[in-house]
């Protein structure tokens, strides 16, 4: 009896559980990857072994995060590869754009339903009235991710900017690969492609400098991100109970806190990416730093940002049609990238701020070009840039526009600083790790290359030893439950 009661724990391990999907953040999955890699080290030189096998590991992985909405992806891979091969092989332009187009809507289709169902029917119930109920849907892990990509593959084989893929193995090697399925980086099939074809061994410093990327990773979400996220949440969960200085320290905590979430995830990618000999790019550089807000969309998601330049601005006439086009285009790319990140209305305000302060960024940048850059130059425009990042993060925090309203009225009007050394006072850990987050943002990029050299260079034990004490972070400072990825809901 104790046998099949022991059977059914370990298989349970083993099955997709609602309450608990699998991300990075598990103890599961890096259980699961500490077998998975001595057996992909032993089918790397052999190509179509080896992708099958990852194939077969990020089908799982996708499992556990999802349950059996991963047969979506299989279902859009089957029909996208065969699309890209049509589309091709096709002389006839009119075929062509019909096959682009039935590829655009399929994909969109599965991504709009389970996504933006709901918010559509609330709207249309506030506007005609009714009893509507919403849909149980569990939103499939890194679906927005997913279907991205596998929309830059199509859109590249119509523009003939690569030859689509004959081989169907290779695509769904390219669209499963797990490190990139749940929350990006949304890295385009002539990047990734090409590497699976040489499939060169890792190098060293591959392997050693993806697991320095790993390791920054964990102590950014685990660490720094989840011990924050604590007061944020309280704050934001209640803003009417609290102070405007405690209210100005959740909106700080919470620009810290997303950017060490989602570039913490994005370092765990690239890291395990790395490890395996592939090169994933980069997806943060220090946002934090921009002058302006441009410069800040340069930085922060690159690999989003560039995805809605390539795939959305520059279509509908990017600045080739007039500075009021130009507008237009900035303000319909940025409300579609706010409302990507969430079906509420707050996530298109988020998204219409940024594309008002592109617009007005880039009417008067001719002024703008002719001040002197000195010191207090860049230093005010660091702070105008930062200010503004920082007060449209509250309406992408607030669940609704009452939440923010109210957290916004408060800074304003109910703000003193008497109440900084109390708050220092009774959350000395919590500003000290926003303090110690903020200052390593502007360490220098050089500087941490050097760290990373460092790190691979050194002999075992000493990384052993940096490993043991992360893991002794972790957990001293873990919450009562793993909180998940940010962006992996979007």
């Not at 083993?14 to 077998?35: C, H, I, K, Y």
């Amino acid at each position: 009896m104790l046998l099949d009661i022991d059977i059914t724990h370990l298989l349970s391990l083993f099955a997709f559980n609602r309450d608990e999907p699998m991300l990075f953040t598990s103890g599961l999955f890096w259980v699961l990857f500490m077998v998975f890699l001595p057996l992909y080290a032993m089918v790397k030189s052999q190509r179509k072994k080896m992708m099958v096998f990852v194939i077969a590991f990020s089908l799982y992985f996708f499992y556990k995060s999802s349950g059996l909405f991963f047969l979506l992806l299989v279902a859009t891979s089957i029909f996208d590869w065969w699309v890209s091969q049509f589309i091709d092989s096709s002389k006839n332009r009119t075929e062509r754009r019909i096959a682009l187009t039935v590829s655009l809507v399929f994909s969109l289709s599965i991504l709009l339903f389970f996504k933006y169902s709901n918010f559509v029917m609330f709207n249309l119930e506030a506007l005609i009235g009714g009893n509507f109920q919403p849909l149980d849907l569990i939103l499939p892990v890194g679906i927005s991710f997913y279907t991205f990509r596998t929309i830059s593959y199509v859109v590249d084989v119509y523009k003939k900017k690569i030859e689509p893929v004959d081989d169907f193995i290779e695509y769904l090697f390219f669209l499963s690969f797990f490190p990139c399925l749940v929350a990006g980086p949304i890295v385009r099939a002539r990047e990734f492609i090409p590497q699976a074809r040489e499939n060169k061994p890792a190098t060293r410093d591959m392997i050693y400098g993806g697991l320095w990327l790993v390791m920054l990773g964990i102590l950014k979400k685990a660490v720094f991100a989840d011990y924050i996220a604590q007061y944020n949440n309280i704050a934001f969960g209640n803003p009417a109970g609290y102070t405007g200085f405690e209210l100005l320290m959740a909106v700080l905590g919470f620009t810290m806190q997303i950017y060490c979430d989602f570039s913490g995830y994005s370092d765990m990618a690239i890291g395990l990416g790395s490890i395996m000999g592939f090169d994933l790019g980069i997806n943060f550089r220090f946002p934090y730093r921009s002058l302006n807000v441009t410069e800040f969309w340069h930085r922060w998601h690159i690999t989003l940002s560039t995805w809605l330049r390539d795939y959305v601005y520059i279509p509908l006439g990017g600045n080739r049609k007039g500075k009021v086009r130009q507008y237009f285009n900035l303000m319909v790319t940025m409300l579609l990238g706010g409302l990507w990140h969430g079906a509420a209305w707050t996530f298109v305000v988020w998204g219409a701020g940024h594309g008002i302060a592109l617009c007005v960024h880039k009417l008067c940048k001719p002024w703008l070009d002719k001040i002197a850059s000195t010191p207090f130059t860049r230093s005010m425009s660091w702070l105008m840039t930062f200010t503004l990042v920082t007060f449209l993060w509250i309406f992408f925090r607030a669940n609704t526009f009452q939440a923010a309203g109210q957290v916004i009225n408060g800074i304003f009007t109910d703000f003193e600083w008497a109440y900084l050394p109390v708050f220092i006072e009774r959350r000395v850990t919590w500003c000290i790790m926003l303090a110690i987050i903020f200052g390593l943002h502007f360490v220098p990029a050089r500087v941490w290359d050097k760290m990373r050299e460092w790190f691979t260079g050194t002999q075992w034990w000493v990384k052993l030893l940096v490993f043991i004490v992360l893991i002794q972070l972790v957990l001293q400072f873990a919450s009562a439950t793993v909180q998940p990825f940010l962006y992996s809901q979007f």
